[in-house]
């Protein structure tokens, strides 16, 4: 599975491409919402890590 760091990078990596002022409208547009999908998904993964940890804790207290 990607890792957050890795998502956060992507972002990064897109947001940059979307400052290019050699770039159209749309293309930069595009790019913008690449970004920000790759900023989404990290923070998915991060709630997800959560919800992980916690089941795991009412799993370990219930002698499961």
Same mark, same amino acid.
């Given at each position: 599975?990607?890792?957050?760091e890795?998502? =956060?990078?992507?972002?990064?990596?897109?947001k940059? *491409?979307? @400052?290019?002022?050699?770039?159209?409208?749309r293309?930069?547009?595009? #790019?913008?919402?690449?970004? =920000?999908s790759?900023?989404?998904?990290?923070?998915? *993964?991060? @709630?997800?890590?959560?919800?992980?940890k916690?089941?795991?804790?009412? #799993?370990?207290?219930?002698?499961?």
């Open positions: 599975m990607i890792s957050v890795q998502c =956060r990078i992507n972002a990064e990596k897109y940059a *491409l979307a @400052n290019d002022p050699s770039n159209s409208e293309r930069s547009t595009v #790019l913008k919402n690449i970004s =920000r790759w900023t989404t998904l990290a923070h998915q *993964l991060e @709630n997800l890590d959560v919800i992980e916690s089941e795991a804790s009412r #799993l370990a207290a219930s002698g499961v």
